[in-house]
């Protein structure tokens, strides 16, 4: 059965740092590009990075470019994505999600339930 399963959201004040995590079934890990994308309510679902198979390529929304980090283990199945100098605008729920590793969510296949990440000014 396919799975992803995110966690490390909270509640953080603006300037902190959080940790998310996404651990894969492992059929889902194998071979495929993972990507973060969040909504905030009543807006649309929206990039904010990807991971290559490998690590060795990723992409950045320009929002958090410099701020954010993506990385992943393969042999834990699991993708992360470092977010510090949170601002208020980043406060939505993070799906993280497996596919082709582009910009576009319709391109990804897989996904996860979601974790909240609130940022307090």
């Known amino acids: 059965q396919v799975q992803l399963v995110e966690s490390g959201g909270g509640l953080v004040q603006a300037g902190g740092s959080l940790r998310l995590s996404c651990e894969a079934s492992r059929r889902t890990f194998s071979t495929r590009a993972m990507g973060w994308f969040r909504q905030a309510p009543g807006k649309e679902r929206e990039f904010v990075a990807a991971?290559?198979?490998?690590?060795?390529?990723?992409t950045f929304a320009d929002s958090v470019k410099g701020r954010f980090t993506i990385s992943r283990d393969n042999a834990k199945n699991t993708v992360y994505l470092q977010m510090n100098s949170l601002k208020p605008g980043d406060t939505a729920v993070y799906y993280c999600a497996a596919g082709s590793g582009s910009r576009l969510w319709r391109e990804y296949h897989y996904w996860g339930q979601g974790t909240q990440v609130t940022v307090s000014s």
């Open positions: 991971i290559s198979w490998s690590g060795g390529s990723t």
